[in-house]
């Protein structure tokens, strides 16, 4: 099957302005920025036919194509990454058999993450879309709930059923447990890990869908198309010994740079 890698990037965020274009120092001191890297992670994965900046904002588009990536400039009316990721894969002609959404924010998104998610989807033809999850040890699972004392949007965490079947995902940590972990333990919650791979029937109808209540109560994407029906498949991904989280405030760069010192990431 034909893969296409979108990584969808605005400017114009409304917790982290400009959060593509902000520079991230790797363990040997050298400076990118988050949408770089974030190409250099799309760049890594096996057996994906072409890697393309999806974005609206010439600031954005300029930097990327500095760097050597294919910019594919998209509507400023998307409302989301999906939204933009079924604008590209439009504007590019279509035809790609599984379209990849590789966020922006997630530079350490290790390529394995991406290659089971698209193996997953293919051999699941009953789902429309696909995404990874990961266990969170003691550590992970201390920083969500850590994010939320103190009223940050921190992570996503995610639930589901026997057959991998997303039920529901939250800005909140999901499930409510009561027991205290501690480094590396293992513990039941799941953060999700912001990529999707979607086949393209279900990538096209999303943007003429309405915003459903839950998606505009969390703000989360993936919920409109559990909101519409469609099956969301939860993909458990394997750390390695990788340390993995997004950007998602001002707050993570500084934890994202110790990340990559800590693995040798340049």
């Given at each position: 099957?034909?893969?296409?890698?979108?990584?969808?990037?605005?400017?114009?965020?409304?917790?982290?302005?400009?959060?593509?274009?902000?520079?991230?120092?790797?363990?040997?001191?050298?400076?990118?920025?988050?949408?770089?890297?974030?190409?250099?992670?799309?760049?890594?994965?096996?057996?994906?036919?072409?890697?393309?900046?999806?974005?609206?904002?010439?600031?954005?588009?300029?930097?990327?194509?500095?760097?050597?990536?294919?910019?594919?400039?998209?509507?400023?009316?998307?409302?989301?990454?999906?939204?933009?990721?079924?604008?590209?894969?439009?504007?590019?002609?279509?035809?790609?058999?599984?379209?990849?959404?590789?966020?922006?924010?997630?530079?350490?998104?290790?390529?394995?993450?991406?290659?089971?998610?698209?193996?997953?989807?293919?051999?699941?033809?009953?789902?429309?879309?696909?995404?990874?999850?990961?266990?969170?040890?003691?550590?992970?699972?201390?920083?969500?709930?850590?994010?939320?004392k103190h009223d940050r949007v921190g992570g996503t965490t995610a639930v589901f059923?026997?057959?991998?079947?997303?039920?529901?995902?939250?800005?909140?940590?999901?499930?409510?447990?009561?027991?205290?972990?501690?480094?590396?333990?293992?513990?039941?919650?799941?953060?999700?890990?912001?990529?999707?791979?979607?086949?393209?029937?279900?990538?096209?109808?999303?943007?003429?869908?309405?915003?459903?209540?839950?998606?505009?109560?969390e703000g989360l994407e993936q919920l409109r198309f559990m909101e519409n029906g469609?099956?969301?498949?939860?993909?458990?991904?394997?750390?390695?010994?990788?340390?993995?989280?997004?950007?998602?405030?001002?707050?993570?760069?500084?934890?994202?740079?110790?990340?990559?010192?800590?693995?040798?990431?340049?």
């Amino acid at each position: 099957m034909s893969v296409l890698i979108a990584i969808p990037a605005r400017y114009a965020s409304t917790r982290y302005p400009g959060k593509p274009l902000v520079p991230l120092t790797g363990a040997k001191g050298d400076s990118m920025t988050l949408i770089e890297r974030s190409w250099r992670a799309a760049k890594s994965v096996s057996g994906v036919d072409r890697v393309v900046v999806a974005t609206d904002d010439d600031r954005i588009r300029e930097v990327s194509e500095g760097f050597g990536a294919e910019v594919v400039m998209t509507s400023e009316s998307c409302q989301n990454g999906t939204e933009r990721c079924a604008e590209a894969h439009e504007v590019l002609g279509g035809g790609y058999e599984i379209i990849v959404n590789l966020q922006g924010d997630a530079p350490l998104t290790p390529q394995w993450f991406v290659e089971d998610l698209v193996s997953s989807l293919r051999a699941a033809p009953e789902a429309g879309v696909a995404t990874p999850v990961l266990r969170c040890d003691g550590n992970a699972l201390n920083s969500l709930l850590n994010d939320r004392k103190h009223d940050r949007v921190g992570g996503t965490t995610a639930v589901f059923g026997r057959d991998r079947s997303a039920m529901y995902f939250s800005k909140e940590v999901v499930p409510f447990t009561s027991q205290t972990y501690t480094g590396d333990a293992a513990t039941p919650v799941f953060h999700h890990v912001g990529v999707y791979a979607y086949r393209p029937d279900a990538l096209a109808a999303y943007p003429g869908w309405p915003i459903g209540p839950l998606e505009q109560l969390e703000g989360l994407e993936q919920l409109r198309f559990m909101e519409n029906g469609r099956k969301v498949l939860c993909v458990e991904v394997e750390a390695r010994g990788r340390q993995f989280w997004e950007l998602n405030n001002p707050q993570d760069v500084p934890k994202i740079e110790e990340m990559m010192a800590a693995m040798g990431l340049e």
